[in-house]
Structure formats: structure tokens, C-alpha cells
């Protein structure tokens, strides 16, 4: 019923920059929140960055003021600009998206397949 796509994911050297693009799609009656999470190898998925409907964000410590969640309600996309790449920031990096589908009155998580960052020192 909903697809959601990630893009944007590569190899940077440390100090590079790379926007990550999240579209959901599919029979969309409204979305609530969208979500930034990444997994690095090892390591328990974290939230990286959220967006409300309204516009409201929220950051993890270690990416603030170095990456800048968005989002464009008009095409159900979320992005993801990273700035100041580290190499700690090397994960597989998840969209998630909270969405209420015209066949059911209530909201539910959806997820992408995850694209990868690198970043080398």
C-alpha cells in the first residue's frame, strides 16, 4: 500500500557533504512524521533526525548542526542533508515514516530499504 525510497547514499571523504532524498508513496491519506534513522555495523539502529508535520525537528547530539532534516508535504518527501561528514557517520541510513492510508483510521510505521554512507578518513 506504501512504498517509501530512499536515494542519495555513497563514499565521501571525511569533511564531505551528501543529501539523502526519501520519497513515500502509494494510497496516502496523510503523514505525521518522517524519520531519519541509520545502523552501523555492530551497533543498535538510531534515531538520527525527525520531522513532525508541522515542521518541528529534532536532532541526535552527535549530528547537531552538522546535518539539517526537510521536508516538501506537497510530494510526501523527506531529506536528509549531511554537512561536515565524519567517519562515525558511516551506517546504513533508514527512512521512516509515519502514515495513515485511506483504508484505516489510524497511523502505522513505514520503512525504506536503507542506503548506505561511507565516510573514510
Known amino acids: 500500500q506504501v512504498q517509501v525510497v530512499e536515494s542519495g547514499g555513497g563514499s565521501v571523504q571525511a569533511g564531505g557533504s551528501l543529501r539523502l532524498s526519501c520519497a513515500a508513496s502509494?494510497?496516502?491519506?496523510?503523514?505525521?512524521?518522517m524519520n531519519w534513522y541509520r545502523q552501523a555495523p555492530g551497533k543498535q539502529r538510531e534515531l538520527v533526525a525527525a520531522?513532525?508535520?508541522?515542521?518541528?525537528?529534532n536532532y541526535v547530539d552527535s549530528v547537531k548542526g552538522r546535518f539539517t532534516i526537510s521536508r516538501d508535504n506537497a510530494k510526501n518527501t523527506v531529506y536528509l542533508q549531511m554537512n561536515g561528514l565524519k567517519p562515525e557517520d558511516t551506517a546504513v541510513y533508514y527512512c521512516?515514516?509515519?502514515?495513515?492510508?485511506?483504508?484505516?483510521?489510524?497511523?502505522?510505521?513505514?520503512w525504506g530499504q536503507g542506503t548506505q554512507v561511507a565516510v573514510s578518513s
Open positions: 521512516n515514516v509515519v502514515v495513515r492510508t485511506y483504508d484505516r483510521p489510524w497511523y502505522r510505521d513505514y
Open positions: 502509494g494510497s496516502i491519506f496523510s503523514i505525521n512524521a
Open positions: 520531522i513532525t508535520s508541522g515542521g518541528t525537528t
